[in-house]
């Protein structure tokens, strides 16, 4: 009797119990995101996962997504770096891969292309799921450190040159611009299907100018020649026919990493060849290629490093080079 009095009342007053108690557990949501918020922004850290991607500054992107490989500040020694072949990059003051440009420094397309379409053939993921903005922010942030390290770098040489004179703040500027400064796209021309006699000439222009020396005669990459990268790590020729390209299967790809080289690495900038040349050996390369049957892995491609020569006296290949 008792407790059914009691329920008639309160379900009277239920339906403003109801929107109070919502009002009210909304407020302590909301008031937990922005203490949250506020708390992570401070330490210079991200909250793990709770905080929506598009709230976040360049610098909580970068340590959610990128500081395992790349490091806290950039030098491309994070917590899983050591099991990375090829190496995380060294964002601060290592050479890019891919880039557009006549002096071959990166542009800031070149970046947002790395962050679009990653890296093949190696850890460097696709970021393609994060916002445009996000990976806007991202670009920011990897200029933001590279300009940093650059910076660091040009000091300790100035130091070091004149032990006795405090660099000028003006000139270190002046020296971190110049090496950041991207010079212009290079064009490229553009390519259509190419005919058996185009196919014949680029693998001429393969021999002669001695692609073979690294790539080898067949291209797999399978010769004696000790490469090194800029860090003195050993590094090997692609294998044109098995292996991923970096810059992905377009012709315009292959044709700057032709043109330009790829920075850091022994693969030589091909300047003096003429316009015809590189695009018959564009279209070579390209009908060589294959897509790979086995993608490779930090270990296929440490081991393919390790035992680069030995496939001629018989050793195994291994799969995805
Ligand atoms: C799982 C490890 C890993 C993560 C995570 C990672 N990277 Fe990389 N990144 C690499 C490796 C390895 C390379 C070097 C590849 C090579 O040498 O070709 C690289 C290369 C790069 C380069 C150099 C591009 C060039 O042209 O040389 C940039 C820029 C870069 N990463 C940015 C980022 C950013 C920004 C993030 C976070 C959104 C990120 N990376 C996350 C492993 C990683
Ligand atoms: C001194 C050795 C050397 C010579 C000579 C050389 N390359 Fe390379 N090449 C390399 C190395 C090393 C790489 C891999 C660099 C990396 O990504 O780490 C490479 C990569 C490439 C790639 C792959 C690009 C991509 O997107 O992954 C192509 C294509 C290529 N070379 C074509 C050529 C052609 C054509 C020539 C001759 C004009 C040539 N190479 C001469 C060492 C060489």
Known sequence: MIVRRLWSRFDRVRPWWL????????????????????????????????????????SELYAKYCSVCHGADGDGRGSAARYLNPKARNLRTGSFRLVSTENRLPSWADVEAVLEHGIPGTSMRSYRELSQECRAKLVQEVFRLRRQGLREEVLRSLREEWPDVEPCAEDVEQLVDAQLAAGPIVAVP????????????????????????????????????????????????????????KGGREPASVYRRILLGIPGTPMPACRVLTETQRINLVHYCLSLSREPQTPSTNYTRAIATITRGSTAAGTRTPPGR
């Open 190 to 245: 553009t390519f259509s299907s190419p005919s058996p006699e185009q196919l014949a000439l680029g693998r001429e222009v393969f021999l002669t100018f001695t692609c073979n020396t690294c790539h080898g005669d067949n291209a797999t990459g399978d010769t004696d020649v000790r490469l090194v990268d800029e860090d003195g790590v050993p590094t090997r020729p692609r294998n044109l026919v098995a292996g991923e390209l």
């Open 19 to 58: 929107m109070a108690s919502c009002l009210l557990a909304g407020l302590l949501l909301y008031g937990r995101f922005v203490m949250d918020r506020q708390r992570f922004s401070a330490q210079g850290v991200t909250s793990p996962g709770s905080t929506p991607d598009a709230f976040l500054t360049g």
